[in-house]
């Protein structure tokens, strides 16, 4: 099923052609329906699935249908997002702009660290969709710039991460503040006993919604671990940079430190990048997002600040410089890639130290990650490997472990074809 044939606006099926959704994906297909219905749903689904529109079209229709009807009162929000973080908050605005751009409806991202008159001069005039964080959205409710007496729609997105942040009190407040009859969609990446008691104490006879739950990483994801040496990592990042100059490439590291020790790094060899972690001010983030998203930096690198939600087009490598410390990130970061209906490529370094994190990470997805074979001369090479040595043994390796993965991606079928073929012959 196409959106042209959905019941919603021509508005909204115009704005998606722009922005070129053309059909579902899964959980859009699943979750649609049940929100213009109006009915609760507790969705457990990766970033990268398409979540964020899966909520957006559906609010915004039902919003648009009511536009007609009623006025906004000064301060009104008719639909509260509540998410963990700014940069969340910016990019699910950015969605719902996209999507309601020929509609008059009103969408405000409400973020801490920026200044706050422009916002309450919004709120005073009223919004249709708030995304907030909580922090900032207390200080609003506090200061009287934000009546949620009338609001129809709570969307927790990312609510694991509000759990793991600490904001459990903050979702209990809110609901306080809102009336007892209203929709709410909950949204979570992962799913244990705490986000289940969170979501049932919220949700009211919800659709339940889950998406690809065996295999955390997504299928357009092709994902790699290669073992290089602590002091080593830096050579092969400049290769692989090197030999993709025009890929947009995504580098995780452990610390704020690294960050900042890994671009001084580049710098020396003539490698631009940008660094994005938790010591940046607000405003730094977001240049530092914009030049990245526009693709006047190609690389990037970051700490786990960035390894949830944030949706950034077209990256086209991450690269796990150092592996994460919890085993869900790898999910997290390797999901930057790979988005929507595009292919992705991640790589992960890890040195001997790092081995029982691999481990780790590997129960987690309940399977191991394929082995990028270096040989010594390989390795030894990418460490004298300098810019006027013309090399291509990145896209060798990437080449050679997607090829391994085909064909055992055939010899899976071939044993699968061939058991059936005997349990047949046996009946
Ligand atoms: P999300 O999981 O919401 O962060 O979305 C992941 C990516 O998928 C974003 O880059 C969206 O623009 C893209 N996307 C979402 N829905 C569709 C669709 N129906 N068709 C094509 N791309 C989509």
Same mark, same amino acid.
């Given at each position: 099923?196409?959106?042209?044939?959905?019941?919603?606006?021509?508005?909204?099926?115009?704005?998606?052609?722009?922005?070129?959704? @053309?059909? +579902?994906?899964? =959980?859009?297909?699943?979750?649609?329906?049940?929100?213009?219905?109006?009915?609760?749903?507790?969705?457990?689904?990766? $970033?990268?699935?398409?979540?964020?529109?899966?909520?957006?079209?559906?609010?915004?229709?039902?919003?648009?249908?009511?536009?007609?009807?009623?006025?906004?009162? +000064?301060? !009104?929000?008719?639909?509260?997002?509540?998410?963990? $973080?700014?940069?969340?908050?910016?990019?699910?605005?950015?969605?719902?702009?996209?999507?309601?751009?020929?509609?008059?409806?009103?969408?405000?991202?409400?973020?801490?660290?920026?200044?706050?008159?422009?916002? &309450?001069?919004?709120? !005073?005039?009223?919004?249709?969709?708030?995304?907030?964080? +909580?922090?900032?959205?207390?200080?609003?409710?506090?200061?009287?710039?934000?009546?949620?007496?009338?609001?129809?729609?709570?969307?927790?997105? !990312?609510?694991?991460?509000?759990?793991?942040?600490?904001?459990?009190?903050? =979702?209990?407040?809110?609901?306080?503040?809102?009336?007892?009859?209203?929709? $709410?969609?909950?949204?979570?990446?992962?799913?244990?006993?705490?986000?289940?008691?969170?979501?049932?104490?919220?949700?009211?006879?919800?659709?339940?919604?889950?998406?690809?739950?065996?295999?955390? %990483?997504?299928?357009?994801?092709?994902?790699?671990?290669?073992?290089?040496?602590?002091?080593? @990592?830096?050579?092969?990042?400049?290769?692989? =940079?090197?030999?993709?100059?025009?890929?947009?490439?995504?580098?995780? /590291?452990?610390?704020?430190?690294?960050?900042?020790?890994?671009?001084?790094?580049?710098?020396?060899?003539?490698?631009?990048?940008?660094? #994005?972690?938790?010591?940046?001010?607000?405003?730094?983030?977001?240049?530092? #997002?914009?030049?990245? @998203?526009?693709?006047? %930096?190609?690389?990037?690198?970051?700490?786990?600040?960035?390894?949830?939600?944030?949706? &950034?087009?077209?990256?086209?490598?991450?690269?796990?410089?150092?592996?994460?410390?919890?085993?869900?990130?790898?999910?997290?970061?390797?999901?930057?890639?790979?988005?929507?209906?595009?292919?992705?490529?991640? /790589?992960?370094?890890?040195?001997?130290?790092?081995?029982?994190?691999?481990?780790?990470?590997? @129960?987690?997805?309940?399977?191991?990650?394929?082995?990028?074979? =270096?040989?010594?001369?390989?390795?030894?090479?990418? &460490?004298?490997?300098?810019?006027?040595? +013309?090399?291509?043994?990145?896209?060798?390796?990437?080449?050679?472990?997607?090829?391994? #993965?085909?064909?055992?991606?055939?010899?899976?079928?071939?044993?699968?074809?061939?058991?059936?073929?005997?349990?047949?012959?046996?009946?």
């Amino acid at each position: 099923m196409k959106f042209e044939q959905y019941n919603i606006s021509t508005e909204i099926k115009d704005s998606l052609k722009e922005m070129g959704f @053309k059909k +579902p994906t899964d =959980i859009q297909f699943k979750a649609i329906p049940s929100i213009l219905n109006g009915d609760d749903v507790m969705a457990i689904a990766q $970033t990268g699935t398409g979540k964020t529109a899966a909520f957006a079209i559906p609010i915004l229709h039902r919003l648009q249908q009511q536009d007609r009807r009623h006025r906004k009162a +000064p301060y !009104e929000v008719k639909c509260l997002v509540m998410v963990p $973080t700014r940069e969340l908050a910016i990019q699910i605005a950015e969605v719902f702009q996209g999507i309601a751009q020929y509609t008059d409806l009103r969408i405000l991202a409400l973020v801490g660290g920026v200044d706050q008159g422009p916002q &309450i001069k919004m709120l !005073e005039k009223g919004v249709d969709v708030l995304i907030a964080t +909580p922090g900032r959205m207390f200080d609003q409710i506090n200061q009287g710039h934000i009546d949620l007496s009338h609001t129809q729609t709570l969307v927790l997105d !990312e609510a694991d991460h509000m759990l793991d942040l600490g904001f459990i009190r903050d =979702i209990r407040d809110v609901i306080k503040h809102i009336p007892r009859e209203h929709q $709410t969609l909950f949204f979570s990446a992962t799913l244990n006993k705490d986000i289940k008691d969170l979501a049932y104490s919220v949700v009211n006879n919800p659709i339940r919604i889950q998406i690809s739950p065996k295999d955390p %990483v997504s299928k357009n994801v092709s994902h790699a671990v290669a073992y290089v040496e602590m002091d080593d @990592k830096r050579f092969f990042l400049e290769r692989l =940079i090197k030999e993709f100059p025009e890929s947009k490439i995504l580098v995780f /590291v452990r610390t704020k430190v690294r960050a900042e020790r890994v671009m001084a790094a580049m710098t020396r060899i003539g490698i631009k990048s940008i660094t #994005m972690h938790g010591g940046k001010e607000q405003d730094d983030r977001l240049d530092v #997002m914009a030049a990245f @998203k526009s693709g006047d %930096v190609k690389v990037l690198i970051t700490t786990d600040v960035n390894a949830r939600g944030i949706d &950034i087009p077209n990256v086209d490598y991450v690269v796990n410089y150092d592996l994460p410390d919890v085993a869900e990130n790898y999910v997290h970061r390797v999901g930057r890639t790979g988005r929507g209906v595009q292919k992705g490529q991640a /790589v992960s370094f890890c040195s001997t130290e790092e081995k029982p994190m691999l481990e780790t990470i590997q @129960k987690f997805l309940g399977k191991n990650i394929t082995e990028m074979t =270096i040989n010594k001369d390989d390795y030894r090479e990418t &460490i004298s490997f300098s810019e006027d040595i +013309p090399n291509d043994n990145w896209q060798l390796l990437l080449d050679q472990h997607n090829k391994e #993965m085909e064909e055992l991606e055939k010899k899976v079928k071939k044993r699968a074809a061939a058991t059936a073929k005997k349990k047949a012959k046996k009946k």
